[in-house]
């Protein structure tokens, strides 16, 4: 069955006019190949024998654009739509491992093709001549086969972003990539160090949000390590423990397949136990442990995001997922009401995902993947029962508490108490209730009730506690792992010196 090219008007006009002139003129490129494919391009580029300034004279009735002048390339704005025009060439000496130093104009697209990254991409097609594949790239498009045009080490020297590229296509669209390409892309990773931050913060999002991003990270792990050197320890470290199957990067990866492609989500799952390797330690049976991960993650993603260079809100969000990826979302309505006030509904929903995609990966506990569809049912009740989550809530305000006699920092102190009692139980969020919880709380200044943000584990529970129970006006200190939950019992605990004396060991007060 043909090829249905379908060239939009505007591309066929401006391709007629200079056919018309006695210039041939192609199609070239990923349009090509996307036709070739069944998919419709996005964007369409044309190459001509026609010098820059014949294509100005061709088309001195349309408003031009001398978009490039010294590399050939002319805009045309046709039909409305702007069209850019480049004259065959050559490239020579690439030495910012990026750009040509100089082009060479010439009459023939053969010449033009060769001087392109891959086989696929090195195909054009006229209307007048059909389809020009030298390299026998519509054969390899029919394979999936990822192959350099010409000789590999030379096609990566010129640029070295076609790094990743290639590695791009094989995530996104399931190309096999062609052995001496493959070993060619191995070779020449440190020629990366030419390509700009935001050059490769492009290509690595599409890489992770690709289908097929997990049979690449394993293959060209030493690539992904070239740009983000964080992920180099775990590649291969043994995790000695029966809740996971595979290695750290291979239970990383498996985790970055099974969620969603959202790329801050799947940034995520490839950084979330980074800090695995430096937190390792063995027991007394041989079994592996890894106490404190989610923070030292933390910094080593902090670390990689400056690379980088993500805009702050999503770097904001992306290190919050890592820091709390291992702690528990609750499996009681009350519970989940503290960690829905304490995250919010997008953070809590995206930890969620995330929990279940580490459940995944480990591939030996899949109840965990039930408790937490349970604790996701949880979440839509608590929501549909509109419940009070932050004190602008609750059914008092600060300008309450200042009537009943409480004035400065005291009134945050007694707002966040009480949310925390309504946390507990909705039903107190009555202006009478909350009024009679006051009064008890203020005639009863032996204990206090927080939220504390960032426990993962038996051990950060003790941690926690033996911190809070230095505080000389602690005298005990309970702790509910599921929740967060925090009672103190002692006389005029400070709160600041408990907020510092969690900060000290990686904690937040929440509420």
């Not at 210039?23 to 190949?33: D, I």
């Amino acid at each position: 069955m043909p090829v249905q090219y379908n060239l939009p008007e505007s591309i066929a006009a401006v391709i007629r006019r200079l056919e018309d002139a006695g210039y041939a003129s192609y199609v070239v490129g990923g349009a090509v190949r996307d036709c070739l494919a069944g998919r419709q391009p996005h964007d369409y580029d044309l190459c001509t024998a026609a010098l820059p300034q014949q294509v100005e004279e061709i088309f001195t009735d349309k408003h031009i654009i001398e978009t490039g002048l010294k590399h050939g390339t002319v805009t045309v704005l046709a039909e409305g739509e702007p069209v850019e025009v480049t004259t065959f060439r050559t490239e020579s000496d690439y030495s910012d491992g990026r750009r040509p130093d100089s082009v060479a104009f010439v009459s023939n697209i053969e010449d033009d093709l060769a001087r392109r990254d891959f086989t696929v991409n090195a195909m054009a097609y006229s209307p007048v001549r059909g389809l020009c594949d030298p390299f026998d790239g519509q054969d390899d498009l029919r394979r999936k086969l990822l192959r350099c045009v010409g000789d590999p080490d030379t096609r990566l020297q010129e640029d070295a972003l076609r790094i990743l590229r290639a590695l791009r296509f094989a995530a996104q669209r399931g190309y096999t990539i062609e052995p001496e390409t493959a070993a060619a892309l191995h070779r020449n990773r440190e020629r990366l160090v030419h390509v700009s931050a935001e050059r490769i913060t492009s290509e690595m999002m599409q890489i992770v949000c690709g289908a097929h991003v997990g049979a690449v990270m394993m293959e060209f792990s030493d690539i992904i390590a070239q740009i983000l050197p964080e992920i180099a320890p775990m590649i291969g470290f043994e995790q000695h423990n029966p809740h996971h199957k595979y290695d750290v990067w291979e239970h990383s990866i498996r985790a970055v397949e099974s969620i969603r492609p959202d790329p801050l989500l799947r940034l995520a799952m490839l950084f979330h136990d980074a800090g695995k390797p430096q937190t390792y330690s063995v027991d007394e049976h041989g079994i592996g442990h890894f106490y404190g991960h989610p923070a030292i993650s933390r910094e080593i993603t902090e670390q990689a995001v400056r690379r980088l260079r993500l805009p702050v809100q999503q770097e904001k969000k992306l290190l919050y997922l890592v820091r709390h990826h291992d702690t528990p979302l609750g499996c009681t309505a009350r519970s989940v009401r503290r960690k829905l006030a304490v995250h919010g509904e997008e953070l809590f929903r995206s930890l969620l995902a995330v929990k279940k995609a580490d459940c995944i990966g480990q591939a030996t506990a899949p109840q965990n993947v039930t408790n937490l569809l349970q604790t996701e049912a949880l979440l839509e009740q608590v929501l549909q029962e509109d419940n009070c989550l932050t004190r602008k809530d609750l059914a008092v305000n600060g300008h309450d508490l200042m009537e009943w006699g409480v004035s400065g920092q005291e009134i945050g102190r007694y707002l966040s108490e009480l949310l925390n009692r309504v946390l507990d139980d909705p039903s107190y969020n009555t202006r009478e209730q909350l009024h009679a919880m006051f009064e008890q709380l203020r005639t009863q200044e032996d204990h206090m009730e927080l939220t504390v943000n960032g426990m993962s584990a038996g051990s950060c529970v003790r941690m926690v506690k033996e911190s809070l129970e230095s505080i000389p006006a602690v005298t005990r200190a309970d702790i509910a792992l599921d929740s967060g939950r925090v009672m103190l019992y002692g006389q005029n605990i400070p709160l600041e010196q408990v907020e510092k004396a969690l900060a000290a060991v990686g904690f937040e007060v929440a509420i």
